[in-house]
């Protein structure tokens, strides 16, 4: 009995030290999973919205990923989601690469993850955009002309300023003017500015603008005219929440890059199916369901990761205006694919 009683109490020693043991190691390697990730939101649908919508599943919940939606304005820019960020209003955000870039040499610790737009030749975005009796008909008629961009220090304002270069212009010859993407139409279409550029990724007000019809583009101004194949657009966190929380991350970015593929697999057999989908979800969200009849998914299969050469093009365009440093930044600074599990080295 005394025997017995002593190799109970050893047991009990030993199970009482292995949990401490334990305790003190989970303490030292915080526990990250699931943590709420604040991400801004307007009345346009997700691409998680739209997947979950068309699968009859919630993706989120499925990995267990759970969202705090922030209002964002509609027709704002990237580079403010990068600001808010950076403000640690939110967890993560989506920019084009410039506002990334431009943020990561000033010091930023932040890091795309995953990534939003593909330019291709089946998806070339849009080109620079005038009304149907304007007198510009080549890039030598812009001197001195207003073209309205939704945001400065994103895609659209770099993406003119070489192909300003391209043809021997500098951009101090036009005025960029910064216009909310759904009301750069209306600013066209009366006069008030002489171009229109968007955000030269295409989209839904282009789309909706060029149907009214009354408009023409100027051959050659595209993104994929003056980029080729390429992705644009970085999404990401902040390094000090993906260093704390890596696992809730990696869950977020599978649930992502899930709901790209099943949209645009579900697009190619049945496009009006996804637009459906689309509606439904804007009509709830409080936007425009119309917009559903010009929506077409952005993601290529052939193209589904960014590289080095995508972030490369902006880093030697910034540099070249001295804005950057030779050597200050690298792409590797600028995102990683290590948390994508579709992604194979």
């Known amino acids: ?57 919630d993706l989120l919940a499925d990995e267990g990923v759970k969202l705090d939606k922030i209002s964002l304005a509609q027709g704002s820019g990237g580079t403010i ?32 993850v995953t990534t939003g737009m593909t330019t291709s030749k089946n998806y070339p975005g849009n080109g620079l955009v005038v009304l149907q009796n304007s007198t510009i008909r080549s890039v030598k008629e812009l001197a001195g002309k207003k073209i309205a961009v939704n945001v400065l220090g994103a895609s659209a304002d770099y993406e003119i300023r070489q192909y300003l270069r391209q043809n021997g212009l500098s951009i101090d010859l036009v005025e960029l003017v910064v216009v909310p993407s759904a ?18 990724g295409g989209g839904l007000e ?30 990401g966190f902040r390094e000090d929440f993906i260093n704390k929380h890596p696992d809730t991350v990696s869950h977020f970015v599978s649930v992502v890059e899930k709901s790209k593929r099943i949209i645009w697999d579900e697009f190619q057999k049945d496009p009006e199916r996804v637009k459906k989908a689309y509606a439904a979800i804007s009509e709830a969200k409080g936007g425009n369901s119309h917009l559903a009849n010009y929506y077409r998914p ?5 193209y589904p990761f960014p590289t080095d050469k995508d972030i490369q093009w902006w880093i030697d365009i910034l540099t070249s205006e001295g804005k950057l440093k030779r050597g200050q930044i690298s792409p590797s600074a600028v995102y990683t694919n290590n948390y994508n599990p579709y992604f194979t080295k």
């Open 1 to 57: 009995m005394h025997h017995r009683t002593k190799f109970l109490l050893l047991l009990f020693i030993i199970a009482a030290l292995t949990g401490t043991g334990y305790f003190f190691f989970a303490k030292g390697k915080e526990v990250s999973w699931p943590v709420t990730i604040r991400v801004l939101d307007s009345s346009t649908p997700s691409d998680w919205e739209i997947a979950s919508k068309l699968t009859g599943r």
């Open 206 to 235: 282009y789309e909706i603008a060029m149907h009214q019809g009354g408009l023409r583009e100027l051959p050659g101004t595209r993104r994929y005219d003056i980029r080729g194949q390429t992705i644009t657009m970085g999404s």
């Open 298 to 302: 952005t993601f290529s299969p052939d």
């Open 183 to 200: 009301q750069i139409e209306q600013v066209l279409r009366s006069g008030q500015v002489d171009v229109a550029a968007w955000t030269m």
């Open 81 to 112: 989601s990068i600001q808010s960020l950076l403000a640690n209003n939110v967890d993560y955000a989506s920019s084009a690469w410039p506002a990334w870039i431009n943020a990561i040499a000033s010091g930023g610790k932040i890091k795309a």
